[in-house]
């Protein structure tokens, strides 16, 4: 391999690790603690967010698909990840202004983050499977950018479970659903407002909701693109020649 795919190898082995790692301690009773709270709201509200988010995923995930550029072919390692790194700077600095500007506009204007940030972070998906040669066009790519968001923001718990599907993307695809809707809408909605939830409650907050929105949109963009390029690591390394996965091991 180059020094540079080495190196990229390194660090997604590393980051691996950090997927399968158990729960720890704080992270079981924070997950307790959540589904308490959960179980506090009645089903017809959890059904309501639960259409309102499909709705803005299934909207970005099937409009992004005209908007999106072609895949990138016969590229080295390299030079994807140097593009892929130019995009998730310029959607980590536009969250960071968007997030600002709705922070200091109050509670109103602060609930409007939400669908903006959400938009946001899937077209940077979107923008990232097309950077490492992934047509989007295909119904079980725009399913592997779900499951890199439920990845990115999900408990531990769940993390586990998602990066299992996709380290054998392979096997698992053909388990998927051919229909969108019988996609795990609860499930995905639940763990990403739980995530996010204190960040963006906090973003409501007078005088510190601006700082607070940057901030929190700053990181939470890193971190998806950060979880988008090892998903996608993972791929480019198993779909190398037996030969060159051999110097990997």
């Given at each position: 391999m180059?020094?540079t795919?080495?190196?990229?190898?390194?660090?997604?082995?590393?980051?691996q690790?950090?997927?399968?790692?158990?729960?720890?301690?704080l992270n079981?009773?924070?997950?307790r603690?959540?589904?308490?709270?959960?179980?506090?709201?009645?089903?017809?509200?959890?059904?309501?967010?639960t259409?309102?988010?499909?709705?803005?995923v299934?909207?970005?995930?099937?409009?992004?698909?005209?908007i999106?550029r072609?895949?990138?072919?016969?590229?080295?390692?390299?030079d994807?990840?140097?593009?892929v790194?130019?995009?998730v700077?310029?959607?980590?600095?536009t969250?960071?202004a968007e997030?600002?500007?709705?922070?200091?506009?109050?509670?109103?204007?602060?609930l409007?983050?939400?669908?903006?940030?959400?938009?946001l972070k899937?077209?940077?998906?979107?923008?990232?499977?097309?950077?490492?040669?992934?047509?989007?066009?295909?119904?079980?790519?725009?399913?592997?950018?779900?499951h890199?968001?439920?990845l990115?923001f999900?408990?531990?718990h769940?993390?586990?479970e998602?990066?299992?599907?996709?380290a054998d993307?392979?096997?698992?695809?053909?388990?998927l659903?051919?229909?969108?809707?019988?996609?795990?809408?609860?499930?995905?909605?639940q763990?990403?407002?739980?995530y996010?939830?204190?960040?963006?409650?906090?973003q409501?907050?007078?005088?510190?909701?601006?700082?607070?929105?940057a901030?929190?949109?700053?990181?939470?963009?890193?971190?998806?693109?950060?979880?988008?390029?090892?998903c996608?690591?993972?791929?480019?390394?198993?779909?190398?020649?037996?030969g060159?996965q051999?110097?990997?091991?």
């Amino acid at each position: 391999m180059m020094p540079t795919e080495q190196l990229a190898y390194t660090e997604l082995r590393a980051w691996q690790r950090k997927m399968q790692q158990k729960p720890t301690l704080l992270n079981r009773l924070a997950r307790r603690v959540q589904i308490r709270l959960n179980a506090l709201l009645p089903d017809r509200v959890h059904e309501a967010i639960t259409v309102a988010i499909k709705q803005m995923v299934r909207g970005v995930l099937f409009g992004s698909t005209y908007i999106t550029r072609k895949p990138v072919e016969a590229a080295p390692l390299a030079d994807r990840e140097a593009a892929v790194r130019t995009r998730v700077r310029y959607y980590r600095n536009t969250a960071a202004a968007e997030g600002a500007i709705t922070g200091a506009g109050g509670f109103l204007l602060g609930l409007a983050d939400f669908p903006l940030l959400l938009s946001l972070k899937l077209k940077l998906l979107f923008d990232i499977a097309a950077l490492y040669g992934y047509d989007v066009q295909d119904y079980t790519e725009r399913l592997y950018l779900l499951h890199v968001f439920q990845l990115a923001f999900s408990s531990q718990h769940t993390r586990n479970e998602v990066y299992r599907q996709l380290a054998d993307w392979e096997a698992y695809r053909h388990t998927l659903p051919a229909d969108v809707h019988e996609f795990d809408w609860r499930t995905f909605q639940q763990e990403y407002r739980d995530y996010i939830d204190l960040a963006k409650m906090a973003q409501l907050v007078p005088v510190i909701g601006a700082a607070v929105g940057a901030v929190a949109n700053y990181r939470l963009l890193e971190q998806l693109g950060d979880t988008a390029m090892n998903c996608y690591r993972m791929r480019y390394f198993r779909e190398l020649p037996a030969g060159a996965q051999g110097q990997t091991a």
